[in-house]
């Protein structure tokens, strides 16, 4: 079997993307009428929608780059351009985002304010996880949505305390002995790199430098952490957790995206071993024991601090 090089490979890459781009463009532009531009029908239109030339006057690009652009030539494009095409056409974000992996151009999406709230589906779902502990996290660690072993392993008193349901928060700020995560110092460098590397999509926006700005000051910590400048990207990790109830429990942690949640992912942690298993069904049986206990506390703060700190 002939070897394949990493150069064919890019080269059939990119000669199969022209025409997905050509016919995408033409298909785009079918669907864009002149009324929906502001010009006039005009007379013997034979096309559904737009003109090249028309596109090509309301991007403000020239009329042959445009249409070489949709023919599928090798012509080099910048994200202004395609940004203009865009508007031009009306793309919806995941359009645009297509439009530009077709285009071979490093797509950067527009800043988002980031979730806030969840629904009814998504706290079904990690409700029926129980008694595995499962929560809801965007991309800054604000706590969204629990189900109770969460709250029972996490939101214990000394956590409530902090007032603020965001994990970091919380871990930098309680003392380590009323910590409810064991290993502060393995687990703690790896969470601020994961929060770095999904602060490169927001660098200068007030609310993620406002929070990074206060948590440093809270937590000199924090600050060293932040100073290294680590990046890694979530992923599955063992945790040990202390409940005073029930003593120690290992626990593996696996993030899944939430489709219509951006920046958002469902932390599930499974137990590592027998004894863990055996501790969170004591800890499930505690908790139907105590009901109704500090658990519905712990719920309201968190919808009324999301309630309260809407989105930027």
């Given at each position: 079997m002939k070897d394949v090089?990493?150069?064919?490979?890019?080269?059939?890459?990119?000669?199969?993307?022209?025409?997905?781009?050509a016919a995408f463009l033409r298909s785009r532009r079918a669907r864009v009428t002149p009324a929906d531009v502001g010009m006039p029908p005009g007379l013997r239109r034979r096309t559904p929608g737009l003109r090249r030339e028309e596109v090509a006057q309301l991007s403000g690009v020239g009329v042959t780059w445009y249409t070489w652009l949709e023919q599928g030539?090798?012509?080099?494009a910048s994200a202004q351009v395609l940004d203009a095409v865009a508007r031009t056409l009306r793309l919806d974000p995941p359009e645009r985002e297509h439009l530009y992996r077709l285009a071979e151009v490093p797509f950067a999406?527009?800043?988002?304010?980031?979730t806030r709230t969840v629904g009814p589906e998504v706290q079904g779902i990690i409700d029926a996880l129980d008694p595995l502990a499962a929560v809801v996290y965007n991309s800054r660690y604000d706590i969204l949505a629990t189900n109770g072993t969460y709250r029972d392993l996490f939101l214990v008193p000394s956590t409530l305390e902090t007032g603020v349901p965001n994990v970091l928060w919380v871990l930098f700020t309680v003392a380590e002995e009323t910590s409810p995560v064991v290993h502060r110092e393995r687990e703690l460098p790896v969470m601020v790199a994961t929060l770095r590397s999904s602060y490169g999509r927001h660098v200068g926006e007030p609310a993620w430098e406002n929070y990074i700005r206060g948590l440093s000051s809270a937590s000199p910590y924090f600050a060293e952490l932040w100073a290294r400048g680590a990046v890694t990207p979530p992923g599955p990790r063992v945790k040990t957790f202390r409940h005073e109830a029930v003593g120690e429990l290992r626990m593996t942690s696996q993030s899944l995206?939430?489709?219509g949640m951006p920046e958002c992912r469902i932390v599930v942690y499974t137990p590592e071993d027998e004894e863990a298993r055996r501790r969170l069904a004591l800890l499930k049986e505690r908790r139907q024991r105590l009901w109704p206990p500090t658990d519905r506390g712990a719920a309201e703060i968190i919808r009324r601090w999301n309630a309260e700190n809407p989105a930027p």
């Open positions: 090089t990493t150069g064919d490979v890019t080269m059939r890459t990119t000669q199969r993307r022209r025409p997905e781009l030539r090798p012509i080099n999406a527009a800043p988002e304010g980031l995206s939430v489709d």
